[in-house]
Nanobody
Framework: QVQLEESGGGLVQAGGSLRLSCVFS????????MGWFRQAPGKEREFVGH????????YYVDSVKGRFTISRDNAKNTVYLQMNSLKLEDTAVYYC??????????????????WGQGTQVTVSS
């Protein structure tokens, strides 16, 4: 049974930084693409970025490109989301997710099979 546990959320001022962590258990972590999504109040859950299983290549949506960095430590079964230069509009619940083995470059919610419980990130002015 795959389990994901996120941590690292909190309250930060605009322009600040946070690092989210997501610990994966239950399968061979290195074999999965890992994604991050977020959901702001009243909005749909949106894709933020992913780090691929082979070689660890990354992809980000334009709104976070240059500010957010996804990395993984396969020895620790952990994926990270480093968020810098945070903006008010980054306020959301952030979720990590496990990409389906059948999806090469997963960016849609349906391409992810397992989800964490989410961690709240609040950016204040």
């Amino acid at each position: 049974q795959v389990q994901l546990e996120e941590s690292g959320g909190g309250l930060v001022q605009a322009g600040g930084s946070l690092r989210l962590s997501c610990v994966f258990s239950g399968r061979a972590f290195s074999g999965y693409t890992m994604g991050w999504f977020r959901q702001a109040p009243g909005k749909e859950r949106e894709f933020v970025g992913h780090i691929r299983r082979n070689g660890g290549g990354t992809y980000y949506v334009d709104s976070v490109k240059g500010r957010f960095t996804i990395s993984r430590d396969n020895a620790k079964n952990t994926v990270y989301l480093q968020m810098n230069s945070l903006k008010l509009e980054d306020t959301a619940v952030y979720y990590c997710a496990v990409g389906s083995r059948s999806s090469t470059l997963p960016t849609r919610k349906y391409e992810y099979d397992y989800w964490g419980q989410g961690t709240q990130v609040t950016v204040s002015s």
